[in-house]
Structures are given as structure tokens and as C-alpha cells.
């Protein structure tokens, strides 16, 4: 079936038009252009507008048209094409620049709700759906990435929990408590930060702040004992996502100066 590309009007006759036909194509912007009484109005709101507004209200339950009533036919022969439309009054001339078509018609929170409850979230950088996984199923992704890249050099990494972002402050009592919890390190930013150094944080800045929950060195020596990797790995993202409510995160790390314990925990 042929997509419709245009909408077709034919003996249109509301107000003071006079047997008017015409077509123009449909998904771009068609603008109706004429002196005071030559009909734009009555085409646009009165023909178009009405009879779109009205087939849709007949495509209701009847339980919902009684509510709404039954709505007059414009004074036309034929219209095709035409869908189910809204109409804007030139009077109702909002005042917030960021106002759109979906914010002065509250169509947008329709929108809205439509895009939460059948949407599919998509990552912006790789494209992939964004799902909820378990912690097994985030380890045996880590774990399957590791035996593709890994080769002669350990391969280091750090498994986070995102824990403010994009927040101002000195962020000292979230410092002093991750102290109290154990926690040795945190990363600021793209910065990696040791709580029992002298540092400071610029409280007038927004900050991203990330707990360091383990520091992984792996070889190919070590991966042979992939369970208790396995198992250590379970017990690092489970302690970032009760951290954090249910979010980790994993980077791997390049930078040769950063310190790894000579003898990981494996």
C-alpha cells in the first residue's frame, strides 16, 4: 500500500468559501496566505482542522463520544489524506521562549508518557538498547571483554559506583562516610583522588563523583583461576550497585602511573 503524500480538497464551501479545491503535500510547511475575508481561516481551522478533529472523535469508543458529543461536518464534498490534527490559536501566544508546538498544545505530556512506557532507550555513544542486567550478567561481560583485549600487560581495571553528578558542593560528609565504609579512593571528575590525602574540592563547580570499589589487575596467569575472579568481580559490582541504587560502572585503565596492589586480591 502506497504511502499518502498529499491531502486533497475538494468543493469546499464553509463560510465564505466558494466551491474551493485544492491539494498540497503532506510532512512539510504549507502556509495559506491571503487578504482579510479571502477564507484562510475557514480552510485551515473551519475544513481542515474540523474535519480532522471529527474523525477522530468517531474512531472513539462510543462510552468516549458521549462525553465529547457529536461534532458537525464541514461544509465539503471531499477531503483524502487528512489526519487526526490539532490546531493552535494564534491568540494563545505563549511567553517562554523554550515554548514548543508540544508544550503550548500539552501534547507533550502525552508524548511523554507514550515514549516511558513503550520506548526502548538506545546508549548515545554505542547504539546499544539500554536494559537492566544482573551482576552476573554485568561480570560475564567484563569477564568476556577481558579474554578478547588481554595480552602480555596486566589488564587493570576499576569497578565504580557513580554516586553524585553534575551537583556543586565541598562534598564533605559524602567523603567522611565513604571513609567510614572502607573506601580508600574516589574519582572527581576524571580525576582519581586518595580520601587519606590533603585534597580539596571546588564546592562553586558541578562535580561528578565516583566511589572506587576495587582495583583489578588481571594476566593471563591469573584468568586461568576464573572462578575466583569470577567471584571477586560479583562481589565488587554488587557492593557499587548497592552503593550507588542499582548502577556500576567498570573503566579500564591505560595510565601507567596510576598504583595497583602488587598482589590483587584474586
Known amino acids: 500500500m502506497s504511502e499518502i503524500t498529499k491531502i486533497t480538497v475538494k468543493g469546499a ?64 464534498d471531499l477531503i483524502e489524506g487528512l489526519s487526526p490534527s490539532i490546531a493552535i490559536n494564534q491568540k494563545a501566544i505563549s511567553h517562554n521562549p523554550r515554548s514548543t508546538v508540544g508544550t503550548v498544545t500539552e501534547i507533550y505530556d502525552y508524548l511523554r508518557l507514550l515514549f516511558a512506557r513503550i520506548g526502548h532507550p538506545h546508549c548515545p555513544n554505542c547504539g546499544r538498547e539500554v536494559a537492566p542486567q544482573t551482576s552476573k550478567q554485568i561480570v560475564t561481560q567484563i569477564l568476556d571483554k577481558i579474554k578478547q583485549e588481554i595480552d602480555s600487560t596486566p589488564y587493570r ?10 551537583k556543586a558542593g565541598d562534598f564533605h560528609g559524602l567523603t567522611e562516610n565513604l571513609r567510614k565504609q572502607g573506601y580508600k579512593w574516589i574519582r572527581v571528575d576524571s580525576n582519581i583522588i ?68 602488587d598482589q590483587p586480591r584474586l
Open 13 to 76: 464551501r464553509e463560510n465564505n468559501l466558494k466551491n474551493v479545491s485544492l491539494e498540497f503535500p503532506k510532512n512539510k510547511l504549507v502556509v495559506f496566505t491571503g487578504v482579510s475575508g479571502s477564507g484562510k481561516s475557514s480552510m485551515a481551522f473551519d475544513t481542515l482542522f474540523a474535519e480532522g478533529q471529527r474523525r477522530y472523535v468517531e474512531s472513539l469508543s462510543s462510552y468516549a463520544r458521549q462525553f465529547l458529543g457529536n461534532l458537525k461536518r464541514p461544509e465539503v
Open 194 to 261: 586518595d580520601l587519606y590525602s590533603d585534597f580539596g574540592i571546588v564546592k562553586t563547580n558541578k562535580h561528578n563523583i565516583d566511589a572506587v570499589c576495587d582495583r583489578v589487575s588481571v594476566t593471563k596467569e591469573s584468568l586461568k583461576n576464573e572462578l575466583d575472579l569470577y567471584g571477586r568481580l560479583i562481589d565488587d559490582v554488587e557492593s557499587a550497585m548497592k552503593l550507588s541504587n542499582g548502577l556500576c560502572l567498570v573503566g579500564q585503565v591505560n595510565d601507567v602511573s596510576f598504583e595497583f596492589p
Open 157 to 166: 581495571l576499576l569497578i565504580l559506583s557513580p554516586i553524585t553528578r553534575d
